[in-house]
């Protein structure tokens, strides 16, 4: 697993690749978890084994374990630009 980096304010977009189990969860079972971790304003579209979401962090700078399923965080910039990052 690779570790992210997520800074209060900030808004991230990330792609979710899910196994074939995991393509039955829905996008508002993703959503809860994202704002069980923290996560404010998410939203999850895609379907089957591929997803985006994307949520803005409202805490404190913080560092974590990126999950296998989440194959790519970007950093959402204001006017929707975005800097690279993540794995």
């Known amino acids: 697993m690779a570790q992210f980096?997520?800074?209060?304010?900030?808004?991230?977009?990330c792609s979710i690749?899910?196994?074939?189990?995991e393509s039955f969860v829905s996008n508002e079972d993703i959503a809860e978890r994202l704002v069980g971790?923290?996560?404010?304003?998410?939203?999850?579209?895609g379907h089957d084994y591929q997803r985006e979401a994307e949520g803005t962090w409202?805490?404190?700078?913080?560092?974590?374990?990126?999950?296998?399923?989440?194959v790519r965080v970007d950093e959402i910039n204001e006017g929707g630009a975005m800097a690279e990052g993540g794995r």
Not at 17 to 21: A, D, E, I, K, M
């Open 5 to 13: 980096t997520v800074k209060e304010g900030y808004r991230y977009r």
């Open 17 to 21: 690749r899910l196994s074939w189990v």
């Open 37 to 45: 971790a923290g996560f404010i304003n998410v939203d999850v579209t």
């Open 58 to 70: 409202p805490l404190a700078d913080a560092s974590a374990e990126l999950p296998e399923q989440i």
